[in-house]
């Protein structure tokens, strides 16, 4: 995507969301913990897939083990996974690769896949 559309697809997120100005920057390279807190905060209760993360997907310091880093990046690929899969079971279009959303490429995908688990509530 082009830097313009990058852009605002970060003003339209970070509108829906009420963020402020930090926050804001965070989107234009999300990290995992954003990603993280923006699922959490988009599944309510009442919703289909409410019980998508277990509880220990919804602890975040089970996605910073320093003594096992690749474990660590395990469990953020299956989480993000866990997101796109959703999306696609809703019917949604989802194109962003889970390596590439913990990563930080492709960050006008990731923010996509926000603003469908938005659009539709399910993340």
Same mark, same amino acid.
Request: net charge neutral; charged share 25%; glycine share 4%.
């Given at each position: 995507?082009?830097?313009? +559309?990058?852009? +605002?697809? $970060?003003?339209?997120?970070?509108?829906?969301?009420?963020?402020?100005?930090?926050? @804001?920057? %965070?989107?234009?390279?999300?990290?995992?913990?954003?990603?993280? +807190?923006?699922?959490?905060?988009?599944? #309510?209760?009442?919703?289909?897939?409410?019980?998508?993360?277990? !509880?220990?997907?919804?602890?975040?310091?089970?996605? #910073?083990? @320093?003594?096992?880093? +690749?474990?660590?990046?395990?469990? #953020?690929?299956?989480? $993000? %996974?866990?997101?796109? =899969? !959703?999306?696609?079971? !809703?019917?949604?279009?989802?194109? $962003? #690769?889970? =390596?590439? =959303?913990?990563?930080?490429?492709?960050? =006008?995908?990731?923010?996509?896949?926000?603003? $469908?688990?938005?659009?539709?509530?399910?993340?």
């Amino acid at each position: 995507m082009a830097l313009e +559309e990058d852009h +605002e697809l $970060v003003q339209r997120l970070a509108d829906e969301l009420g963020l402020n100005t930090a926050a @804001k920057e %965070a989107l234009r390279r999300p990290p995992f913990r954003l990603l993280h +807190e923006i699922a959490l905060l988009l599944s #309510k209760p009442g919703d289909p897939f409410h019980d998508l993360f277990g !509880a220990a997907e919804i602890d975040v310091n089970q996605f #910073k083990l @320093k003594h096992d880093k +690749e474990l660590s990046r395990r469990r #953020k690929l299956l989480f $993000v %996974a866990k997101m796109v =899969a !959703a999306v696609h079971f !809703a019917g949604g279009i989802a194109q $962003v #690769k889970p =390596a590439d =959303a913990i990563t930080g490429r492709n960050v =006008a995908e990731t923010l996509a896949l926000l603003l $469908v688990c938005m659009a539709a509530q399910f993340c």
